[in-house]
T-cell receptor, first 113, second 111 residues
Framework: GAGVSQSPSNKVTEKGKDVELRCDPISGHTALYWYRQSLGQGLEFLIYFQGNSAPDKSGLPSDRFSAERTGGSVSTLTIQRTQQEDSAVYLC???????????FGSGTRLTVV | QKEVEQNSGPLSVPEGAIASLNCTYSDRGSQSFFWYRQYSGKSPELIMSIYSNGDKEDGRFTAQLNKASQYVSLLIRDSQPSDSATYLCAVNDFRDDKIIFGKGTRLHILP
C-alpha cells in the first residue's frame, strides 16, 4: 500500500482481556518498529524487526507484551491480560533498507476500562 | 544509555518570525538525524533528515548539524499558525538500527 496501515484505529477493552494490534508496513520496507505514546508523553520504543533477523525486544515493558512479524511483512502486537496503564496510542513505523527515516502509521488508540 | 534532549517548551513565536528548535544527543557514534512534526492527535511525520555537518534547506525549513558539539537544530522561516505542533528530534546510529526520539518541543505560532 501507499502508507503504513494499522488496525483497528480505536480499541476499547476490559481490564484482563487480550488484544491484538495489526500493522501492515510499506511494501519493500524491511524494518518495522512498534512504539507507544501515552497522553502528552514522548515515544516509547517497544520492539524492532529487521528482515529475517531476531527482533530487538528490549523495549517491551513486561512479558504480557509480544509481537510477531509473518513473512517479513505484516506484524501483530499482542497484549495479554491488559491493564489500565496499557492505555496509550500504539504506533507502528517502517523504514527502507537504508534506514532513511521512519514512516509512521496512524496508530491504534487503546483504552483499557 | 543513549539520550536525545529537547526543551519541552512551549516555544511561542510570532507569525512571520523564525522559529528555532534545538536538540542535543549523547552518542558520538550517531550518524543520521531527523526532525518529525506531530500535530495533536496525529502520528509523527518526517519533515527533515540530515546526515553531514552543516545546513540543509528544504523550503521554509533548515536543519543544522554540528557533530563536534553533538547538536542539531531546526529553523522554520516565516512561521505560520499551521506550524504549531510538537517537533520531535530523532537520532540513529547504524550499529543499533533503531531511532531514538527526544520527548519533543511544543511550538506555538502566535497569529
Amino acid at each position: 500500500g501507499a502508507g503504513v496501515s494499522q488496525s483497528p484505529s480505536n480499541k476499547v477493552t476490559e481490564k484482563g482481556k487480550d488484544v491484538e494490534l495489526r500493522c501492515d508496513p510499506i511494501s519493500g520496507h524491511t524494518a518495522l518498529y512498534w512504539y507507544r505514546q501515552s497522553l502528552g508523553q514522548g515515544l516509547e520504543f517497544l520492539i524492532y524487526f529487521q528482515g529475517n533477523s531476531a527482533p530487538d525486544k528490549s523495549g517491551l515493558p513486561s512479558d504480557r507484551f509480544s509481537a510477531e512479524r509473518t513473512g517479513g511483512s505484516v506484524s501483530t502486537l499482542t497484549i495479554q491480560r491488559t491493564q489500565q496503564e496499557d492505555s496509550a496510542v500504539y504506533l507502528c513505523a517502517s523504514s527502507p533498507p537504508d534506514l532513511g527515516g521512519y514512516t509512521f502509521g496512524s496508530g491504534t488508540r487503546l483504552t483499557v476500562v | 544509555q543513549k539520550e536525545v534532549e529537547q526543551n519541552s517548551g512551549p516555544l511561542s513565536v510570532p507569525e512571520g518570525a523564525i522559529a528555532s528548535l534545538n536538540c542535543t544527543y549523547s552518542d558520538r557514534g550517531s550518524q543520521s538525524f531527523f526532525w518529525y512534526r506531530q500535530y495533536s492527535g496525529k502520528s509523527p511525520e518526517l519533515i527533515m533528515s540530515i546526515y553531514s555537518n552543516g545546513d540543509k534547506e528544504d523550503g521554509r525549513f533548515t536543519a543544522q548539524l554540528n557533530k563536534a558539539s553533538q547538536y542539531v537544530s531546526l529553523l522554520i522561516r516565516d512561521s505560520q499558525p499551521s506550524d504549531s505542533a510538537t517537533y520531535l528530534c530523532a537520532v540513529n546510529d547504524f550499529r543499533d538500527d533503531k531511532i531514538i526520539f527526544g520527548k519533543g518541543t511544543r511550538l506555538h505560532i502566535l497569529p
